[in-house]
């Protein structure tokens, strides 16, 4: 059974950084994919940041272009998303995602979330 454990969430005032972390268990050998997907009050959820794990790049939503970076570690059940430069359009709940074939790595195995909060 896959599990995903977030940690590294927390506030944050604008401009200001924050690194999420995500260990998997369970992980199968042929995972394609890590990311992370977020969710708002009150918006829908939106991917942010998805590693493929085979080829070894990466793909960000447009809003956190340049300011966010994924990275996987070697063993591939850890993903790391730095944030910089937050916004308080950042706000929301982060769930780490795996494995799935919808955008960003979502529909298949999913965490319980780590809130981040960014105050102006």
Known sequence: QVHLMESGG???QAGGSLTLSCTGSGI?????????????????REGVAVFFTHFGSTMYHESVEGRFTIS???????VTL???????????????VAGGIRAFCAGEHEGHGTQV???S
Do not use: F
């Not at 199968?28 to 829908?44: D, L, S, T, V």
């Not at 570690?73 to 850890?78: E, F, P, R, T």
């Open 10 to 12: 927390g506030s944050v």
């Open 28 to 44: 199968p050998e042929k995972n394609h994919c890590m990311g992370w997907i977020r969710q708002a009050p009150g918006k829908e």
């Open 72 to 78: 996987q570690d070697n063993g591939k059940n850890q």
């Open 82 to 96: 730095h944030m910089n430069n937050l916004k308080p359009e950042d706000t929301a709940m982060y769930y780490c």
């Open 117 to 119: 909060t960014v105050s």
